[in-house]
């Protein structure tokens, strides 16, 4: 493997540079004997993410073992296996409080669609040995991706991060946001740090140190790279770009000042690469992933939201169902704002990728409790005005952009249930055809949550009025909703997409429970859609695995 050069650096938001090494390392034995190196710790793992063709990100946090310390330094070591024998590079770093100790480098001029594994030293321990993965690059037949949202920590364990920790076949792990939660609560499986609802910075570098101690999400980031980015729970229940349903400035200060402190925090903790240097609201960036896909994470959220129209039906707030009028149809609302939705109107216009694949917080699908055609007052009774649904003038941007692209497919998060949708503004409309998928634009696939679902009822009759009420709710959304393929609202899990030229599979794994520990998972459903159309066919069985680098040990 050839060697990574001198352009490998660190950031500066991220970590200070102490100084950069390569080749041979920096003249000490690499086994943490260097009397320069601080005394730290590493008890809240390793992490890497946003992997480029030429380039990966790596974390790690050096807590100081003295109170009294103001900066630490530590070592870095690069290796092509996970012996860590086969040593590339090594270099030294150092951070600081101001950074909550955390440490991110941006290593650059690596080999692409490479497995690489690192470990970080100081005078004391080691860390435990990460393994991370460039992205492809050129000629490309398949792509596995496993997608996730929604951690709440006190609803349960996080099963499936570690059943996708165990995976030995994934080019990354996307994260569509809710990483942690905001929330105080302390009267479900397992209490939050601190112990109430979190505002200032200090508050979510706490939560961030309580999720990041977990040893289920420690083996996900240790295992693969991970590309992320923010909903709302990152800073405030139901945020928009100037408040949050969950904010009240009476009680809980300026909120201006929480959202920048929570997007502080974040940056600090999570092994994103800052996509502009001068923005710290912008998490919006691209991946590609060779010829065969390129990956758009949007910000459906922060960046450019307006605040959510109020329903307006007659029903009030018994049952918030809104029609596509008033206000819902003001075409000056944003949700993406003009900057980023232009810049997706450029991927999608120019990005040469066979499959594209949008990472998107909430669904974009209309969803429905009373279907009509969109031209008999706006295509009925929408359910939730914090959804796509709730813009749609945007949404229709968004699709006129989508219309112009074959192999569209949108990745979704947020809804703490699992969907597969046909995408089309009008789906009771004479225009789409339920049977064939003609008529759509895209088809989208919604992750479940990973815990915050929850777990249903068991014992004394209660599995079965659990799948009897399921199988209701599904067959009444699918009467109103020609467009919906799949609902699942019970179970937490993941999704795994494979891709290949010929078509794309979405497969839905589920966790049995995640109240009590346990080591199971399932398939639960699997679509496939052919390259060239927009047609869910169901799947019979797993798309089979593929074979990569191996994981480092425990």
Not at 78 to 104: H, L
Not at 196 to 201: C, K, N, R, S
Not at 258 to 269: C, L, N
Request: overall charge negative.
């Amino acid at each position: 493997m050839p060697p990574i050069t001198r352009r490998a650096f660190v950031i500066a938001s991220g970590a200070s540079l102490v100084s950069l090494l390569s080749g041979c390392g920096s003249g000490g034995d690499g086994d943490g004997s260097d009397p320069g190196l601080s005394d730290a710790s590493f008890s809240h793992g390793v992490a890497s993410g946003d992997p480029l063709p030429d380039a990966v990100m790596l974390w790690t946090r050096a807590l100081p073992a003295s109170p009294g310390e103001t900066t630490t330094r530590i070592r870095y070591v690069i290796a092509s296996d996970p012996a860590m024998k086969n040593r590339i590079s090594d270099g030294i770093v150092g951070s600081s409080a101001d950074r909550d100790w955390t440490i991110k480098l941006d290593l650059r001029d690596l080999q692409p669609d490479r497995a690489y594994y690192y470990q970080f030293e100081s005078a004391t321990q080691r860390s435990p040995v990460g393994r991370t993965r460039t992205a492809p690059a050129g000629k490309l037949d398949r792509l596995r991706l496993v997608f996730v949202t929604c951690a709440n920590y006190v609803a349960g364990y996080f099963h499936a991060y570690r059943r996708v920790a165990e995976r030995n076949d994934l080019h990354a792990v996307v994260h569509l946001g809710d990483y942690i939660y905001e929330n105080g609560a302390q009267d479900q499986v397992r209490p939050h740090e601190p112990a109430y609802e979190i505002i200032t910075l200090a508050d979510y570098r706490q939560r961030y140190a309580q999720y990041r101690r977990d040893p289920d999400l420690l083996e996900l980031h240790r295992q693969h790279p991970m590309i992320w980015v923010w909903d709302d729970h990152e800073v405030c229940n139901n945020a928009w770009r100037d408040g949050a349903e969950g904010h009240d400035p009476a009680t809980d200060g300026d909120y201006p000042t929480r959202r920048r402190v929570a997007m502080q925090a974040a940056f600090e903790w999570l092994p994103i690469r800052a996509p502009d240097a001068n923005d710290a609201s912008r998490v919006w960036r691209g991946f590609s992933f060779g010829d065969l896909a390129d990956l758009t994470m949007i910000d459906a959220r922060h960046y450019g939201r307006d605040q959510p129209v109020a329903p307006n039906t007659l029903f009030g707030d018994t049952v918030p169902v809104f029609t596509q009028t008033g206000a819902f149809a003001d075409e000056t609302r944003q949700i993406l704002g003009v900057t980023q939705e232009a810049w997706v109107a450029d991927r999608l216009t120019n990005n040469t990728a066979q499959w594209q694949l949008i990472g998107n917080q909430i669904y974009l699908s209309p969803l429905k409790l009373l279907g009509a055609p969109r031209a008999l007052g706006g295509g009925g009774l929408y359910l939730s005005n914090d959804k796509w649904d709730g813009y749609d003038p945007a949404r229709l941007r968004l699709m006129e952009m989508i219309a112009g692209r074959d192999n569209v497919v949108v990745m979704t998060g947020d809804a703490h249930e699992a969907y597969a949708f046909e995408v089309t503004t009008d789906p009771n409309g004479v225009g789409y055809n339920a049977f064939t998928g003609d008529g759509a634009s895209a088809v989208e696939f919604v992750a479940t949550s990973i815990t915050s679902r929850g777990d249903q009822p068991t014992g004394n009759g209660a599995t079965a009025v659990v799948t009897r009420t399921q199988t209701q709710a599904e067959q009444l959304l699918r009467l109103t909703n020609p467009h919906l393929k799949y609902y699942q609202n019970t179970l937490n899990g993941y999704v795994l997409v494979d891709v290949t030229p010929e078509r794309l599979q979405a497969e839905f794994w589920m966790v049995p429970m995640v109240t009590v520990r346990n080591d199971e998972q399932a398939l639960n459903a699997s679509f496939t859609v052919a390259s060239g159309t927009t047609q869910l066919v169901a799947a019979s069985e797993a798309s089979s695995p593929i074979a990569t680098a191996p994981l480092p040990a425990p």
